[in-house]
């Protein structure tokens, strides 16, 4: 399946009708490459890599070994929402794994932002290889790539990296049946496929996570912070109509404490960051409009509710001059 392209004449999936068809046809086309071997695929509860889960376990079923690696650096109710939706909703073959140890122990006392993405990325795939000899008979891994990713790793300016890193003894050929769709065309397959809104729609999360909105060394209390605090934005954020509506927002812990007033006495803990950004291609970015009110609102909850925080600050940093991400 590796050299299939995306036909230049290929009509864009914009119906629900559209999404059937690419869906049916893809089921034909799964069966015929992966006969009755085994299919393994890394699932992270992101939009690609979800939808591939779900077009395969409606293709081969239980022929579909699932990974879920949780690196600790995930959000708030991510894991459980994926063993939810996969295992108890579709009966998916899933394998959860528990590396938050094993990534944070390895992540102690590092503050350099690209060792930090190295470890991550290199212990994800050293978690991932281990499952995978644990299984008999995999002969294929699936993976969500995506037209774009082939667009821009032949261009040059992303190291295409799904596969790759996977060490010797471990070559599968490649299942990937959304290579030629772009993102709002996958996201209707999601959807036709009946994954729930906010895995087809979520914003976008990068691979290392949690673990670049805690900048500096991360520590298990800070990053804690960030969970806490990150869901409470989305909760407002959805309370208020602003989900779907705004590219990315989240929030950051940074390493350094001031003083405060917390329960009449003086505190001294972190601040949350506070960041809203829209854009249309991640290249530059704009800062999103927080109406005042719900500014204020998220000012009281959040040192009310998070551990350790007594203030919060927002971002108005456009990029440039900031990126979005804080690492
Ligand atoms: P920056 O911070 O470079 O982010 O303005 C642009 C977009 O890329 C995402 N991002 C990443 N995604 N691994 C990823 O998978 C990463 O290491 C990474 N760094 C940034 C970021 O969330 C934004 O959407």
Redo the contacts with the bound molecule.
Sequence with gaps: MGEIRRPDDMERITTPELAQKFIDEQEVLIREQVGNDKVLLALSGGVDSSVVAAMLIKAIGDQLVCVHVNHGLLRKGEPEQVIEVFRNQMKANLVYVDATDRFLDKLANVDDPETK?HIIGNEFIEVFADEARKLEGVKFLAQGTIWPDILESEKGIKAHHNAGGLPEDLQFELVEPVRILFKDEVRLVGKQLGLPDNMVYRQ?????GLG?RCPGAITRDRLEAVRESDAILREEFAKNGLEGKVW?YFTVVPDFKSTGIKDGARSFEWPVIIRAVNTRD?MT?TVEHIPYDLMDHLAQRIPAEVKGVNRVLFDWTP?PTG???FE
Aim: no cysteine; glycine share 8%.
């Design positions: 993405r976008p999360f990068p691979g290392p670049v990315q991640a970015a990029k990126t979005i991400e």
